[in-house]
């Protein structure tokens, strides 16, 4: 069984951060923003094995080097987005790949155009979406390495996926699902 924890950090940025476990207590931290303390408090009781980054803008990676030394925790990314970062990249997050976490299984759906390097987590019947798609919008393209014509066809890959419904969680504002996103968000309607 997967259980999420949301936390919101990054001050005035307001990003979520999850913490995903299974049953036996093996943990990932999507998205660590800011705070490795509060994420650790957050965390109390499970074994945070890995650190999942869906881009390299700072205000998804504030506490990943930190969260990484306390823990001991691999950090995931896709390297496109490595000179963004801090910290060095435990494993390069390539599309198809599969990360495992005790019994838990996150699939890599590579999605540039928020950034070069901007990656999904879809784990079960749950979709970590970063700055790709967020309950009715999509992430900015008028930063550094952002292109809208790249990120449309990521939200493309993303309203294909073989599924009829999946719970999203985006890097900001409220979870959402693909079902209302495949229906009322006009990026993202088929």
Do not use: Q
């Amino acid at each position: 069984m997967i259980n999420i924890k949301t936390l919101v950090l990054g001050g005035p940025y307001m990003t979520n951060c999850y913490i995903v476990s299974d049953d036996e207590g093996n943990a990932a931290v999507i998205d660590p923003a800011s705070d490795a303390d509060r994420i650790l408090e957050a965390a109390a009781g499970l074994k945070v094995e890995k650190i999942l980054i869906t881009h390299g803008h700072s205000d998804h990676i504030g506490a990943a080097a930190d969260l990484k030394d306390r823990t001991g925790a691999e950090i995931i990314a896709n390297k496109k987005d490595a000179y963004r970062m801090h910290f060095d990249i435990d494993v390069n997050a390539e599309e198809g790949m599969t990360v495992e976490c005790g019994s838990l299984r996150f699939t890599v759906i590579e999605t540039p155009g928020h950034t070069e390097g901007g990656v999904c987590y879809l784990c079960g019947d749950s979709l970590f979406s970063g700055d790709t798609l967020f309950s009715g919008s999509i992430g900015r393209t008028d930063l550094g390495g952002g292109n809208i014509y790249t990120l449309l066809k990521s939200l493309k890959k993303i309203a294909d996926l073989p599924y009829e419904d999946l719970a999203v969680y985006p890097g900001h504002m409220e979870p959402t699902t693909l079902l209302r996103e495949r229906t009322d968000n006009p990026f993202l309607v088929r």
